[in-house]
């Protein structure tokens, strides 16, 4: 544990989708900086335990709070929680996300309802959840976790592509809202990030994708962690309503 | 049971908070919009505070409408109509829609909400 005072210390911060992959490296960065992490977890409790245990082993304190942002009533819930453990949330990121990759010809409408219910309904319903909280206190910070695929689709991801996009438009338009409250809200883009979610079409093209990433490597999560961290904190007061792509520059060129 | 001038005052710190104003820039007849400053989030933000100051449910327009004035079934021409002065009068009878049917034109409405209109509505949940 560090002696200096870290940049989060006495913020409540609340991360869906804590229990691996970006949600994890983010909770456990924001937890270096002395943060009372809330981590949140739909089904996977023993990678969320260990997750917590990596975050108070990094300095920060811990909650485990089982949730599944799909289901308006547990958003609620889930925000109820952390507020009952810490009276309040400073900073909500919004990661919990799901793919459910096809042809739009073979779309199966349940995977449809998953991915959109994930990724933009429990974004803007746990977001509505928690903006009494940060009105009250006059402060708060909301990060989305977005996708270069809101911009630059892939085939078979029209559900994932159409809800990051969708997360993005809400960014822009609850960061008008509550500007005057001194609450922001940005969203960052990863490209191709070194997690469960991107294992398999690494594993398929590999040598093609890598090719196509300026600073040729993959990102880990903390390079994404870094930049949520940086957005939630007094150096981004004046930043909101931003989408920040952190893809090694992957969507810059045009792929030839 | 709070006094009326203990609600005043309560509803008063509210309004310091969510607004920002000062405490002497508030008197019974504010208006919230037109003196006090207040825009769309602030209603909200003033609702919440309330509820928490005073441990009460207001109910999502409850205090101030939503969907009325933006319904072109009510509003004509920037004058609210008969029927949307009825619904306003059904809906919201915590204001004195009487004195705006005078003159029932949308930029007055915002004239009735003012602080004792929110002290009325207080002391009238409360009891």
Redesign the interface.
């Known amino acids: 544990m560090s002696s200096s005072k870290g940049v989060f210390e006495d913020k409540v911060v609340l991360v869906t989708g804590a229990s691996r992959g970006i949600g994890k490296a983010v909770a456990i960065a924001f937890a270096r900086e002395g943060a009372c992490v809330a981590i949140n977890y739909r089904s996977n409790k023993d990678a969320a335990q260990e997750t917590a245990s990596l975050v108070e082993q990094a300095g920060g304190k811990a909650l485990l709070v089982q949730a599944d942002v799909s289901v308006r009533s547990d958003c609620e819930k889930l925000v109820d929680q952390v507020v009952e453990k810490w009276e309040t949330i400073h900073v909500l990121v919004n990661n919990a996300g799901v793919t459910r990759d096809g042809l739009l010809m073979g779309l199966d409408e349940n995977d449809w309802d998953t991915v959109l219910k994930t990724n933009l309904e429990g974004t803007v319903f746990l977001s509505k959840a928690v903006l009494p909280h940060m009105m009250m206190q006059k402060y708060g910070r909301i990060v989305n976790i977005s996708s270069v695929s809101a911009g630059n689709g892939r085939r078979g991801q029209g559900s994932y592509s159409s809800s990051k996009g969708a997360v993005e438009a809400f960014t822009r338009v609850l960061a008008l809202e509550v500007a005057p409250k001194n609450i922001t809200v940005n969203a960052i883009a990863p490209g191709m990030i070194e997690t469960d979610m991107s294992d398999l079409v690494r594993g398929l093209a590999n040598k093609q994708i890598l090719a196509q990433i300026p600073v040729s490597r993959y990102g880990k999560p903390e390079d994404v962690a870094d930049s949520v961290l940086f957005l939630a904190s007094d150096k981004a007061d004046y930043i909101t309503g931003q989408v920040i792509r952190v893809d090694g520059g992957i969507t810059l060129g045009i792929g030839i | 049971m709070l006094t009326k001038d203990e609600v005043y005052s309560k509803v008063t710190d509210c309004l310091v908070e969510a607004l920002g104003v000062d405490e002497d820039e508030v008197s019974p007849e504010s208006t919230l919009t037109g003196d006090l400053g207040a ?4 209603f ?2 003033i609702v ?2 309330l509820e ?1 100051s005073f441990s009460i449910k207001i109910p999502r327009g409850g205090l101030f409408p939503e969907n009325i004035l933006s319904n072109p079934e009510f509003v004509k021409d920037g004058r609210v109509t008969e029927k949307g002065l009825q619904e306003l009068r059904d809906k919201m009878p915590h204001l004195d829609i009487d004195k705006f049917a005078n003159e029932p034109n949308v930029n007055n409405f915002a004239d009735l909400f003012t602080v004792d209109m929110l002290v009325n509505y207080v002391s009238t949940k409360l009891n």
């Open positions: 825009e769309s989030i602030d909200l933000d919440f505070r928490k």
